[in-house]
């Protein structure tokens, strides 16, 4: 079975990935994390993430790059959606995602393409939304948990441009596929969206079988 969980930047995305690939022994990639990689290697190389060229030559990574924690900061964040928007940049990371939505026995990722690009024969597609100003508040205090001192408005600016640049772009951009069931968290907690993709991932299941 292959799970497409897609939606915004802190929305609990990866969060229910995580919870269904255990739940249904699948694995999980993330793959907001190769884009993360890419910008990680563009800003240590001192390149320019708006050129194309840069970008792709940062995509050749080391995979040990995808355990380094930095990945996960804001900074790197932004950047990634950056060099996300250049086509020759999701032409190189296409067919690694497609690899591992291939396996045997299948997968879960999360990003946001996958149910549109990645995998548009997924079992599954969730796209998982919440307002930006909820979305600020749990990477505010994810970030600050993390030690990070930064202003709850300076997040939620990152926040509304990440969302801008990562819908607007020409290729790829994020969007609910039209088979994919809608999961608001706004107003969930983080078990009651894990149930509630449960049930939808269930129903899904039911409805194909
Ligand atoms: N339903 C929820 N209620 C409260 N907090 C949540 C909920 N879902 C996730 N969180 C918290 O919000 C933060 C962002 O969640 P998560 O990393 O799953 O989002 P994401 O969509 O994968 O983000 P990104 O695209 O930036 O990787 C985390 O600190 C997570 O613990
Ligand atoms: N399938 C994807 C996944 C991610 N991106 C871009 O990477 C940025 C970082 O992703 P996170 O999920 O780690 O926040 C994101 O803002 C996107 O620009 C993508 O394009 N496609």
Excluded at 66 to 95: E, I, N
Excluded at 165 to 170: G, I, N
Aim: aromatic share 4%; charged share 30%; glycine share 6%.
């Amino acid at each position: 079975m292959i799970i497409a969980v897609d939606g915004p930047a802190a929305s609990g995305k990866g969060t229910i990935a995580r919870a269904l690939a255990k739940r249904y022994g699948l694995p999980h990639l993330d793959t907001g994390l190769l884009y993360r990689a890419v910008a990680a290697t563009v800003l240590r190389e001192e390149l320019d993430p708006e050129k194309e060229a840069d970008a792709v030559a940062a995509c050749d990574f080391p995979d040990s790059l995808l355990d380094d924690p930095w990945l996960r900061t804001d900074d790197v964040g932004k950047v990634a959606s950056v060099v996300s928007a250049h086509p020759l940049v999701r032409a190189s990371l296409l067919q690694r995602q497609r690899r591992f939505a291939g396996q045997p026995g299948g997968a879960v990722l999360d990003g946001r393409d996958i149910g549109t690009v990645i995998a548009p024969d997924a079992d599954v597609k969730l796209f998982v939304k919440a307002t930006p100003a909820i979305r600020a508040r749990r990477r505010h205090d994810e970030l600050r948990r993390n030690g990070a001192n930064v202003s709850y408005d300076r997040v939620l600016a990152d926040i509304r441009a990440r969302d801008e640049r990562d819908s607007r772009r020409a290729d790829a951009p994020m969007r609910q596929a039209d088979d994919a069931a809608l999961l608001d968290t706004s107003f969930l907690s983080i078990d009651a969206a894990v149930q509630r993709a449960v049930e939808l991932v269930e129903a899904r299941k039911a409805a194909q079988a």
